[in-house]
């Protein structure tokens, strides 16, 4: 079974620094998924990456995946109020299951 | 295009009762999934669905089932109600399964 490690679960940034969430995982998979969600909302599509080395970036977030570190970061660049919330990782078994990290849930202060 | 859709948005039962919650997809996505999501489990895979086909089946007792009708959109049922089952149930829907998956916005299910 595959299972995804997610770290940090809290995060509290500073407005304007730049910040990593890792996510690891445990059996082969090139298949991932970046979400957010608000406090009492669904999730949010942010990045999907589905090659070894993929890069996406959107305004101030950018997700990169390596495969054979089992690793996809998640990078916040200058943070700002409006990213506040829970982001989570997510890969997909070849049997279209997706399984999530805990999620890191991130405040931004001024 | 109109996103997911899910039907009741709000349910509160009692232990013992059955549910039945329904998702329509985003129109032309064949692919539906369904998550359940609670505080101390986090997000859990139940089941996801294919041109009506149970692909794949997560780690959940019998009393959670689902189906797909011809025109993609799925329902899931809980039978026999217990406390623990109450968690926001989420359902997402992508052209095919290993894509991006969209989700809709959840039926927040009490037991009481």
């Known amino acids: 079974e595959l299972k995804v490690e997610q770290n940090p679960l809290f995060l509290s940034m500073q407005e304007g620094k730049n910040y990593t969430i890792y996510c690891n995982y445990s059996t082969t998979s090139d298949r991932l998924y970046w979400y957010r969600q608000d406090p009492g909302k669904s999730l949010e599509s942010l990045f999907v990456?589905?090659?070894?080395?993929a890069v996406k970036q959107e305004g101030r977030l950018m997700a990169s995946l390596d495969t054979k570190a089992r690793l996809s970061t998640l990078h916040i660049t200058a943070a700002v109020h409006d990213l506040s919330a829970t982001y989570f990782c997510?890969?997909?078994?070849?049997?279209?299951?997706?399984?999530f990290g805990a999620g890191t849930t991130v405040t931004v202060r001024a | 295009k109109a996103g997911v859709t899910q039907t009741p948005r709000y349910l509160i039962k009692t232990r013992g009762q059955q549910v039945t919650l329904s998702c329509s997809p985003i129109?032309?996505?064949?692919?539906v999934s369904w998550y359940q999501q609670t505080p101390g489990q986090g997000l859990q895979f139940l089941f996801e669905?294919?041109?009506?086909?149970?692909?794949n089946k997560g780690n959940f007792p019998g009393r959670f089932s689902g189906r797909q009708f011809s025109n993609s959109r799925s329902e899931m049922n809980v039978s026999t109600l217990e406390l623990g089952d109450s968690a926001l149930y989420l359902c997402a829907s992508s052209l095919v399964g290993h894509r991006a998956q969209y989700f809709g916005p959840g039926t927040r299910l009490t037991v009481l």
């Open positions: 997510a890969f997909m078994s070849n049997d279209y299951k997706l399984s």
């Open positions: 129109s032309g996505h064949r692919s």
């Open positions: 669905y294919f041109s009506e086909t149970q692909r």
């Open positions: 990456l589905l090659s070894n080395g």
